[in-house]
């Protein structure tokens, strides 16, 4: 084994984006909203990136954005120790516009004042446009905007025209064409603000020149030119799982290095019915890569024995992960003169956001390739999609040409049933939440509502028990939760309303044909404040 080759920080996926197009930068204020900005930006195709508020004016210039965005936040820009703005920002060198708090943060710090009005505005509002300007130009001149604020700018600092107002806002947007400065009380990136994207690319095109370059198309040429240089002759694994995400990054390193790639599938006894079948079949079928099927189920239940902490299983699995590519590398893979070097894995920016990894944000979920990692990793990772949303991970799929069946999946976690098994995980355990998994997956095909969702755990309450009744019988058995969720990706979600003859099959098929479940629940909370996963 050699030492693992480190990635030089300027040729991450993250760096090579920068470098090629216009970056805006997000400035996360604490919002609610930080990562639907970002993809709002991306959406009108240029790339984008979240950084925290901690950061100095320096590094963010340092950055070279083509304009910065900032977030709203919790806090009032007057309190103290709240969140400030280096004001190095506003120096005239870069555009910027902002968001609720950031509108705030703006005024605030140019001169204009910001107060508590007594004029709360939370959800749907109407706006009333001024006078457009460049900002708000064509759009209706009262439309509905989606609030939520307590204090309001009272007075637009020098320069500013004012561009309207709301009930509960004086000056509820504001521009300064001269200084490329902008900004907005409401929220324009999320859905129930009418004309929110319009207003956002006003700012970014009309406002701050940004070139709209960013798309699937040359994310992938870009990626492949990548792998070829940081990889050259040696060989590499690729951590295939069947979901869309390492489907897509092990096409993309095929198609960078071809016959360099073999593709490792993981069968951990975590997976659901079917899942290696379908993995050693369809997807070699799309792909004709080389693939590596390791049975290490044994390995994982061993490690897993007992454990119940939702963030030790993860630890665990991320760990065994690592440890089985290991394995694989020695034992099947290395050829004399050409040994592994690099792990290519299918992690996304909302996998590194959650994991604490972005800058600034919190630890809620150690995803088992993110923060689940051990230290003395033997492997580079080559990870292409590290800057991508789902969304824009399927568009990057069909560029490469895999089939919509495999795109189009559901999302399924890499540590698979132990996450959707409250309680220790065991053979036993898995084999029922197995059973009953499946048959909510061929309800759901067979209703026609697989496309209508966009994932849907099933959760086993293992140590939970209640009494029941049937064939006259006293039982006392386990609950099944069914979590459908919609979701545009992950960050947030709502539970889907699904027909109640769904819910009704489901519901007796599984408590007739799977012994030790009595009871099946449905769970209809949002994220947040819930996860989508239970564990
Ligand atoms: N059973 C497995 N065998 C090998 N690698 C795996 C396995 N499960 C997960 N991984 C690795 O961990 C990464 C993260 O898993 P994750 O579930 O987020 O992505 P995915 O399975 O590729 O896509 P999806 O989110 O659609 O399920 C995968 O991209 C893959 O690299
Ligand atoms: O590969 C993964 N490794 C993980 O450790 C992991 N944890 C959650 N998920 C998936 O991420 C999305 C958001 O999940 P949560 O709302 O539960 O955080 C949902 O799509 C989850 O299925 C994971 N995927
Ligand atoms: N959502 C926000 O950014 C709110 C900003 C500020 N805390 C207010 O109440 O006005
Ligand atoms: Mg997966």
Known sequence: MTDAPSTPADSTPEAAAEAQHDTVLVVDFGAQYAQLIARR???????????????????????????????????????????????????GSVPVFGICYGFQAMAAALGGTVARTGLSEFGRTDVSVVSGGVLLDGVPPTH???????????????????????????????????????????????????????VLERFLV?????????????????????????????????????????????????????????????DHGLLRKGEAEQVENDYVAATGVDLKVVDAAEQFLGHLAGVTDPEEKRKIIGREFIRTFEAAEREILSTPGAPVKWLVQGTLYPDVVESGGGEGAANIKSHHNVGGLPEDLEFGLIEPLRALFKDEVREVGRQLGIPEAIVGRHPFPGPGLAIRIVGAVDADRLRILRDADAIVR????????????????VVLLADVRSVGVQGDGRTYGHPIVLRPVSSEDAMTADWSRLPYELLERISTRITNEVREVNRVVLDVTSKPPGTIEWE
């Open 144 to 198: 509905r905007i989606w609030m939520s604020h307590g204090d309001a700018v009272t007075q637009a600092p020098e320069g500013f025209s004012v561009l309207a107002s709301t009930g509960g806002a004086p000056v509820a947007a504001f521009e300064d064409t001269d200084r490329r400065f902008a900004g907005v009380q409401w929220h324009p990136e999320v859905l129930h603000s009418e004309h929110g994207q319009e």
């Open 206 to 266: 009309d406002i701050a020149g940004c070139r709209q370059s960013w798309t699937s198309a040359n994310i992938v040429e870009e990626q492949v030119a990548l792998i070829r240089e940081q990889v050259g002759d040696a060989r590499v694994i690729s951590a295939l799982s069947g979901g869309v995400d390492s489907a897509v990054s092990t096409a993309l390193v095929q198609r960078a290095i071809g016959d360099q790639l073999t593709a490792v599938f993981v």
């Open 41 to 91: 930006v991306r959406e009108a195709r240029i790339f984008s990136e979240i950084v925290p508020s901690t950061m100095s004016a320096e590094e963010i210039l340092a950055k070279k954005p083509a304009a910065v965005i900032l977030s709203g936040g919790p806090s009032s820009v007057y309190a103290p120790g709240a969140p400030q703005l280096d004001s190095g920002v506003l120096d």
């Open 442 to 457: 061929e309800e759901t095909t067979a209703a026609g509502l697989d496309s209508d969702i966009w994932q849907f755990p």
